[in-house]
């Protein structure tokens, strides 16, 4: 598609349950990139994929996160047992070519909270 | 280390009159630099970019943007601004070797009826 999708929009955890989140970069689109907007606005890189492979993952952390973008499916990041610190909106972006010039596209987020 | 500084949270603007929102960057080498748009519950949208060449560049929806090497600044204006612009901007700068985004600290923009 033309257009980043995600899902769900929001998801509620309770604190130590499992959360997994989707998302479906622009066809043609080689990498995905995934960010974490917290509080005041502020945004956190957690993992980027140049196809399904992890192209730089120092974002992560790795003891209750994980991702994975496999082919012919959604990019997926789950958190093993949330956290409170875990609630905040999830962007996923894509971009068609490595490079700095390349702009991302973004998806519309999901919106987790952590009960 | 490349980063980027927003220093106003919050710029307020009567529809009409044009407006800035400030960037300011810290890159080494070339700087490749960027401006999304968040409206309310919604992704980040892309405005316009800075790679090389002219130093104004235009972007989506009237915007554009001034590249000034010397105070290594990027600055978003818009010569006449709508009540629909008011939303929360971003610029942003990719980081080498892996070109993920730094963010600046985002600035909202409040434009007046």
């Known amino acids: 598609g033309e257009e980043v999708a995600q899902t769900p929009k929001h998801l509620v955890r309770g604190e130590g349950q499992k959360a997994k989140l989707y998302c479906a970069p622009i066809?043609?689109?080689?990498?995905v990139f995934w960010y974490q907007q917290v509080l005041k606005n502020e945004f956190k890189f957690l993992i980027s994929f140049q196809n399904e492979n992890v192209f730089d993952e120092t974002g992560m952390p790795k003891e209750r996160f994980s991702a994975k973008c496999l082919p012919n499916s959604p990019c997926s990041l789950e958190i093993q047992a949330t956290k409170l610190e875990d609630s905040a909106v999830y962007f996923c972006?894509?971009?068609?070519?490595?490079?700095?010039?390349?702009?991302?596209?973004f998806g519309p987020g999901t919106r987790l909270t952590v009960l | 280390a490349q980063s980027v500084a927003q220093p106003e949270d919050q710029v307020n603007v009567a529809e009409g009159n044009p407006l800035t929102v400030k960037c300011t960057y810290s890159v080494s080498g070339n700087p490749y630099l960027f401006w999304y748009v968040q409206y309310p519950n919604r992704g980040l949208q892309f405005l316009l970019k800075y790679i090389t060449g002219d130093n104004l560049v235009k972007g989506s929806y009237g915007f554009e943007a001034e590249f000034n090497k010397s105070q290594t600044s990027f600055h978003l204006k818009k010569p006449s601004a709508l009540v629909s612009d008011s939303a929360l901007y971003f610029c942003a700068v990719p980081t080498s070797g892996t070109y993920k985004y730094i963010f600046g600290t985002g600035t909202r923009l409040k434009v007046l009826a």
């Open positions: 972006a894509s971009s068609r070519d490595r490079g700095p010039g390349d702009e991302q596209f």
């Open positions: 066809k043609g689109h080689s990498y």
